[in-house]
Protein backbone atom coordinates (compact mmCIF):
# COMPACT_ATOMS: atom_id res chain seq x y z
CA UNK A 1 0.00 0.00 0.00
CA UNK A 2 2.91 2.50 0.57
CA UNK A 3 4.06 1.59 -2.66
CA UNK A 4 1.04 2.49 -4.68
CA UNK A 5 0.35 5.50 -2.23
CA UNK A 6 3.76 7.26 -2.86
CA UNK A 7 3.31 6.13 -6.50
CA UNK A 8 -0.19 8.03 -6.44
CA UNK A 9 1.36 11.21 -5.07
CA UNK A 10 4.70 11.11 -7.68
CA UNK A 11 2.13 11.24 -10.12
CA UNK A 12 0.39 14.40 -8.34
CA UNK A 13 3.46 15.86 -8.17
CA UNK A 14 3.89 15.25 -12.02
CA UNK A 15 0.98 17.30 -13.10
CA UNK A 16 1.46 19.87 -10.28
CA UNK A 17 4.93 20.56 -12.24
CA UNK A 18 2.82 20.60 -15.36
CA UNK A 19 0.55 22.94 -14.50
CA UNK A 20 2.64 25.11 -13.29
CA UNK A 21 4.31 25.14 -16.15
CA UNK A 22 1.42 26.01 -18.21
CA UNK A 23 0.66 28.91 -16.11
CA UNK A 24 3.99 30.19 -16.10
CA UNK A 25 4.61 29.89 -19.79
CA UNK A 26 1.28 31.44 -20.59
CA UNK A 27 -0.43 35.32 -20.58
CA UNK A 28 -0.02 36.64 -17.20
CA UNK A 29 -3.40 37.50 -16.75
CA UNK A 30 -4.53 33.73 -17.62
CA UNK A 31 -6.98 31.80 -15.09
CA UNK A 32 -5.00 28.09 -15.54
CA UNK A 33 -5.19 26.50 -12.45
CA UNK A 34 -1.68 26.03 -11.29
CA UNK A 35 -2.29 22.53 -9.39
CA UNK A 36 -3.79 18.95 -9.70
CA UNK A 37 -6.18 19.90 -6.56
CA UNK A 38 -7.64 23.23 -8.43
CA UNK A 39 -7.83 21.60 -12.10
CA UNK A 40 -9.75 18.69 -10.26
CA UNK A 41 -12.80 21.44 -8.55
CA UNK A 42 -12.74 23.39 -12.00
CA UNK A 43 -13.58 19.86 -14.41
CA UNK A 44 -15.78 18.54 -11.72
CA UNK A 45 -18.19 21.83 -12.25
CA UNK A 46 -18.51 21.16 -15.60
CA UNK A 47 -20.19 18.01 -14.63
CA UNK A 48 -18.34 16.07 -17.48
CA UNK A 49 -17.59 12.39 -15.83
CA UNK A 50 -15.29 9.53 -17.33
CA UNK A 51 -16.15 5.88 -17.00
CA UNK A 52 -13.85 3.52 -16.67
CA UNK A 53 -14.37 -0.22 -18.03
CA UNK A 54 -12.40 -3.04 -17.18
CA UNK A 55 -11.61 -5.50 -20.60
CA UNK A 56 -10.26 -8.61 -21.49
CA UNK A 57 -6.75 -8.88 -21.52
CA UNK A 58 -6.63 -10.25 -24.85
CA UNK A 59 -9.69 -7.93 -26.09
CA UNK A 60 -12.19 -10.47 -26.06
CA UNK A 61 -15.02 -8.88 -24.29
CA UNK A 62 -16.08 -5.43 -22.24
CA UNK A 63 -17.05 -6.43 -18.35
CA UNK A 64 -19.92 -4.16 -19.64
CA UNK A 65 -23.31 -4.14 -18.45
CA UNK A 66 -24.71 -8.16 -17.81
CA UNK A 67 -20.83 -9.18 -17.62
CA UNK A 68 -20.01 -6.51 -15.44
CA UNK A 69 -19.73 -8.88 -12.03
CA UNK A 70 -17.94 -11.28 -14.29
CA UNK A 71 -14.53 -12.12 -12.45
CA UNK A 72 -13.08 -14.13 -15.83
CA UNK A 73 -13.60 -13.55 -19.60
CA UNK A 74 -16.18 -15.82 -20.71
CA UNK A 75 -14.54 -16.31 -24.35
CA UNK A 76 -10.61 -17.38 -23.10
CA UNK A 77 -11.27 -17.80 -19.41
CA UNK A 78 -8.09 -15.04 -18.50
CA UNK A 79 -8.96 -13.58 -15.05
CA UNK A 80 -10.26 -10.25 -15.21
CA UNK A 81 -7.48 -8.81 -12.43
CA UNK A 82 -4.11 -9.10 -12.04
CA UNK A 83 -3.28 -11.42 -9.54
CA UNK A 84 -0.38 -9.17 -7.77
CA UNK A 85 -2.58 -7.82 -4.50
CA UNK A 86 -4.26 -11.09 -3.61
CA UNK A 87 -2.59 -11.85 -0.35
CA UNK A 88 -2.76 -7.77 1.14
CA UNK A 89 -5.37 -6.45 3.29
CA UNK A 90 -7.30 -4.14 1.97
CA UNK A 91 -6.02 -4.08 -1.26
CA UNK A 92 -8.26 -3.03 -4.71
CA UNK A 93 -8.47 -5.31 -7.35
CA UNK A 94 -5.89 -3.86 -10.06
CA UNK A 95 -7.60 -5.13 -14.11
CA UNK A 96 -5.41 -6.23 -16.47
CA UNK A 97 -6.78 -3.75 -18.85
CA UNK A 98 -9.15 -0.74 -18.72
CA UNK A 99 -11.13 1.38 -21.21
CA UNK A 100 -11.78 4.92 -20.52
CA UNK A 101 -14.73 6.46 -22.36
CA UNK A 102 -16.49 10.06 -21.80
CA UNK A 103 -20.08 9.93 -22.46
CA UNK A 104 -20.95 12.33 -25.99
CA UNK A 105 -24.44 13.47 -24.84
CA UNK A 106 -23.21 16.01 -21.98
CA UNK A 107 -20.51 17.51 -24.19
CA UNK A 108 -22.87 17.80 -27.23
CA UNK A 109 -25.82 19.66 -24.73
CA UNK A 110 -22.70 22.03 -23.62
CA UNK A 111 -22.85 23.16 -27.16
CA UNK A 112 -25.82 24.44 -27.24
CA UNK A 113 -26.05 25.67 -23.02
CA UNK A 114 -22.83 28.17 -24.43
CA UNK A 115 -24.07 31.42 -26.38
CA UNK A 116 -20.93 31.62 -27.84
CA UNK A 117 -21.37 28.04 -29.93
CA UNK A 118 -25.22 27.70 -29.82
CA UNK A 119 -25.65 29.84 -32.92
CA UNK A 120 -22.54 28.13 -34.53
CA UNK A 121 -24.38 25.07 -34.48
CA UNK A 122 -27.33 25.86 -36.75
CA UNK A 123 -24.61 27.43 -39.23
CA UNK A 124 -25.00 24.75 -42.15
CA UNK A 125 -28.59 24.81 -42.30
CA UNK A 126 -28.70 29.37 -42.20
CA UNK A 127 -26.08 29.86 -44.43
CA UNK A 128 -27.24 28.23 -47.83
CA UNK A 129 -25.11 27.73 -50.43
CA UNK A 130 -25.66 28.25 -54.33
CA UNK A 131 -25.94 24.85 -55.98
CA UNK A 132 -22.74 23.91 -57.05
CA UNK A 133 -20.51 25.50 -54.44
CA UNK A 134 -18.93 23.21 -51.98
CA UNK A 135 -17.51 24.84 -49.05
CA UNK A 136 -19.17 22.51 -46.18
CA UNK A 137 -20.02 18.20 -46.12
CA UNK A 138 -23.59 20.07 -46.04
CA UNK A 139 -22.84 20.34 -49.87
CA UNK A 140 -21.95 17.10 -50.61
CA UNK A 141 -24.10 14.07 -51.74
CA UNK A 142 -23.89 11.99 -48.72
CA UNK A 143 -25.50 14.94 -46.89
CA UNK A 144 -28.21 15.83 -49.06
CA UNK A 145 -28.73 11.98 -49.66
CA UNK A 146 -29.29 11.87 -46.23
CA UNK A 147 -31.75 14.23 -45.45
CA UNK A 148 -33.71 13.12 -48.22
CA UNK A 149 -33.94 9.20 -46.50
CA UNK A 150 -34.42 11.04 -42.89
CA UNK A 151 -36.76 13.96 -43.58
CA UNK A 152 -38.01 13.89 -39.97
CA UNK A 153 -34.12 14.07 -38.57
CA UNK A 154 -33.11 16.74 -41.36
CA UNK A 155 -36.44 19.11 -40.35
CA UNK A 156 -34.62 20.02 -37.20
CA UNK A 157 -31.19 21.93 -37.82
CA UNK A 158 -30.25 21.53 -34.09
CA UNK A 159 -30.15 17.70 -35.01
CA UNK A 160 -25.98 17.26 -34.48
CA UNK A 161 -24.06 15.15 -37.47
CA UNK A 162 -20.89 13.40 -36.54
CA UNK A 163 -17.73 12.19 -38.22
CA UNK A 164 -15.64 9.33 -36.45
CA UNK A 165 -11.89 9.28 -36.04
CA UNK A 166 -9.83 6.49 -34.82
CA UNK A 167 -5.71 5.62 -35.24
CA UNK A 168 -3.40 4.72 -33.41
CA UNK A 169 -0.68 6.29 -31.93
CA UNK A 170 2.59 5.42 -30.09
CA UNK A 171 1.84 7.90 -26.54
CA UNK A 172 5.60 7.10 -25.38
CA UNK A 173 9.51 7.42 -27.08
CA UNK A 174 10.40 5.57 -29.77
CA UNK A 175 13.64 4.20 -27.95
CA UNK A 176 10.80 2.47 -25.47
CA UNK A 177 8.97 -0.83 -26.17
CA UNK A 178 6.31 0.20 -28.72
CA UNK A 179 3.44 0.71 -27.47
CA UNK A 180 -0.10 1.25 -29.49
CA UNK A 181 -2.86 3.21 -28.07
CA UNK A 182 -5.99 4.24 -30.21
CA UNK A 183 -8.10 7.37 -29.15
CA UNK A 184 -11.32 7.27 -30.91
CA UNK A 185 -12.83 11.10 -31.59
CA UNK A 186 -15.90 12.49 -32.81
CA UNK A 187 -16.41 15.69 -34.33
CA UNK A 188 -20.01 17.76 -34.92
CA UNK A 189 -20.08 18.57 -38.62
CA UNK A 190 -22.59 21.22 -37.70
CA UNK A 191 -20.07 24.00 -36.81
CA UNK A 192 -18.54 26.26 -39.79
CA UNK A 193 -16.26 25.14 -42.04
CA UNK A 194 -13.63 27.24 -40.14
CA UNK A 195 -14.41 25.44 -36.58
CA UNK A 196 -15.09 21.89 -37.58
CA UNK A 197 -11.55 21.02 -37.79
CA UNK A 198 -10.53 23.16 -34.73
CA UNK A 199 -9.19 20.95 -31.44
CA UNK A 200 -11.92 22.66 -28.55
CA UNK A 201 -14.13 20.61 -31.09
CA UNK A 202 -12.51 17.32 -31.19
CA UNK A 203 -14.41 15.29 -28.63
CA UNK A 204 -12.36 12.53 -27.29
CA UNK A 205 -14.81 9.78 -26.87
CA UNK A 206 -12.94 6.75 -26.24
CA UNK A 207 -9.09 5.98 -24.98
CA UNK A 208 -8.45 1.73 -26.43
CA UNK A 209 -5.21 0.60 -24.35
CA UNK A 210 -2.64 -1.02 -26.03
CA UNK A 211 -0.01 -2.52 -26.35
CA UNK A 212 -1.08 -3.78 -29.35
CA UNK A 213 -3.53 -2.75 -32.07
CA UNK A 214 -7.35 -3.79 -31.70
CA UNK A 215 -7.49 -5.10 -35.28
CA UNK A 216 -10.83 -7.03 -35.69
CA UNK A 217 -11.75 -6.44 -31.86
CA UNK A 218 -12.09 -2.77 -32.62
CA UNK A 219 -16.08 -2.96 -31.91
CA UNK A 220 -15.66 -4.79 -28.86
CA UNK A 221 -14.52 -1.65 -27.33
CA UNK A 222 -16.77 0.34 -29.60
CA UNK A 223 -19.74 -0.83 -27.56
CA UNK A 224 -20.52 2.10 -25.21
CA UNK A 225 -19.97 4.49 -27.95
CA UNK A 226 -22.44 3.10 -30.19
CA UNK A 227 -25.00 2.11 -27.08
CA UNK A 228 -25.04 6.34 -26.80
CA UNK A 229 -24.98 7.15 -30.47
CA UNK A 230 -28.36 4.66 -30.34
CA UNK A 231 -29.56 6.34 -28.03
CA UNK A 232 -29.50 9.73 -29.32
CA UNK A 233 -30.45 8.53 -32.83
CA UNK A 234 -34.01 6.76 -31.70
CA UNK A 235 -35.20 8.80 -28.75
CA UNK A 236 -32.77 12.03 -28.26
CA UNK A 237 -32.23 13.77 -24.95
CA UNK A 238 -33.63 16.76 -23.83
CA UNK A 239 -31.33 19.79 -24.11
CA UNK A 240 -31.69 23.60 -23.29
CA UNK A 241 -31.09 26.41 -26.80
CA UNK A 242 -29.34 29.36 -24.80
CA UNK A 243 -29.51 31.34 -28.73
CA UNK A 244 -33.03 30.85 -28.57
CA UNK A 245 -33.84 30.21 -24.71
CA UNK A 246 -36.17 26.96 -24.91
CA UNK A 247 -35.19 23.43 -24.60
CA UNK A 248 -35.52 20.97 -27.40
CA UNK A 249 -35.26 17.19 -28.32
CA UNK A 250 -31.56 16.67 -29.03
CA UNK A 251 -30.66 14.06 -32.02
CA UNK A 252 -27.56 12.98 -33.52
CA UNK A 253 -26.70 10.70 -36.37
CA UNK A 254 -22.77 9.07 -37.49
CA UNK A 255 -22.35 10.33 -40.88
CA UNK A 256 -19.23 8.99 -41.80
CA UNK A 257 -15.81 7.71 -40.32
CA UNK A 258 -12.01 8.97 -41.19
CA UNK A 259 -9.36 6.88 -40.91
CA UNK A 260 -6.63 5.55 -43.12
CA UNK A 261 -7.10 2.40 -45.42
CA UNK A 262 -5.57 -0.02 -42.45
CA UNK A 263 -8.17 1.83 -39.85
CA UNK A 264 -10.91 1.69 -42.43
CA UNK A 265 -10.70 -2.26 -42.48
CA UNK A 266 -10.90 -2.11 -38.94
CA UNK A 267 -13.62 -0.33 -38.53
CA UNK A 268 -15.58 -1.33 -41.52
CA UNK A 269 -14.87 -5.32 -41.60
CA UNK A 270 -13.92 -5.31 -45.33
CA UNK A 271 -10.70 -7.26 -45.50
CA UNK A 272 -8.14 -4.52 -46.59
CA UNK A 273 -5.49 -6.88 -47.52
CA UNK A 274 -5.16 -9.54 -50.70
CA UNK A 275 -6.84 -9.52 -54.26
CA UNK A 276 -10.17 -8.16 -52.93
CA UNK A 277 -9.13 -5.58 -50.42
CA UNK A 278 -10.15 -2.55 -52.96
CA UNK A 279 -13.76 -1.82 -51.36
CA UNK A 280 -14.84 0.18 -54.68
CA UNK A 281 -14.10 -2.97 -57.36
CA UNK A 282 -14.74 -5.14 -55.03
CA UNK A 283 -14.99 -8.74 -57.26
CA UNK A 284 -14.25 -6.25 -60.47
CA UNK A 285 -10.51 -5.96 -59.66
CA UNK A 286 -7.84 -6.40 -61.97
CA UNK A 287 -4.85 -6.90 -59.39
CA UNK A 288 -2.80 -9.35 -59.71
CA UNK A 289 0.11 -11.61 -58.33
CA UNK A 290 3.93 -10.89 -58.95
CA UNK A 291 5.60 -13.85 -60.08
CA UNK A 292 8.81 -13.75 -57.63
CA UNK A 293 7.55 -11.77 -54.78
CA UNK A 294 4.46 -13.02 -55.07
CA UNK A 295 2.67 -10.11 -53.74
CA UNK A 296 -0.30 -8.42 -54.99
CA UNK A 297 -0.30 -5.31 -57.25
CA UNK A 298 -2.53 -3.07 -58.58
CA UNK A 299 -0.34 -1.44 -61.18
CA UNK A 300 -1.89 0.37 -63.59
CA UNK A 301 -5.51 -0.31 -62.87
CA UNK A 302 -6.05 2.62 -60.10
CA UNK A 303 -8.36 4.51 -62.40
CA UNK A 304 -11.06 2.01 -63.44
CA UNK A 305 -13.59 3.25 -60.85
CA UNK A 306 -13.85 6.04 -63.22
CA UNK A 307 -16.46 6.90 -66.27
CA UNK A 308 -15.51 5.38 -69.49
CA UNK A 309 -15.44 8.58 -71.23
CA UNK A 310 -13.38 10.39 -68.26
CA UNK A 311 -10.35 11.65 -69.15
CA UNK A 312 -8.05 10.55 -67.04
CA UNK A 313 -9.41 6.92 -68.06
CA UNK A 314 -6.58 5.71 -70.47
CA UNK A 315 -4.28 8.53 -70.02
CA UNK A 316 -1.56 6.52 -69.88
CA UNK A 317 1.05 9.01 -70.43
CA UNK A 318 0.27 10.83 -67.38
CA UNK A 319 -0.62 7.96 -65.18
CA UNK A 320 1.56 4.81 -66.48
Known sequence: MLGLKSKHNMSHACFDDVMKFMKESSHPENIIPSNFRETKKLV???????IKIDCCINGCMLYYKDDINLKECKFCNEPRYKANNVHRRNSKDVPHKRLHYLPLTLRL?????????ADHMRWHFENR?????????????AWKHFD???????????NVRLGLCADGFTP???????????????TPYNLPPELCMMTPYMLLSLVIPGPHSPKGKIDVYLQPLIDELQQLWIDGVVTYDASKRQNFQL???LMWTINDFPAYGMLSGWSTAGRLACPTCKENSKAFTLKRGRKTSWFDCHRQFLPDNHAFRRNKVAFY
Open 44 to 50: AGLGLSK
Open 251 to 253: RAT
Open 172 to 186: FSQSTTTYSCWPVIV
Open 129 to 141: REEGVLCHPSDGE
Open 148 to 158: QVYPGFASEPR
Open 109 to 117: QRLYASLRS
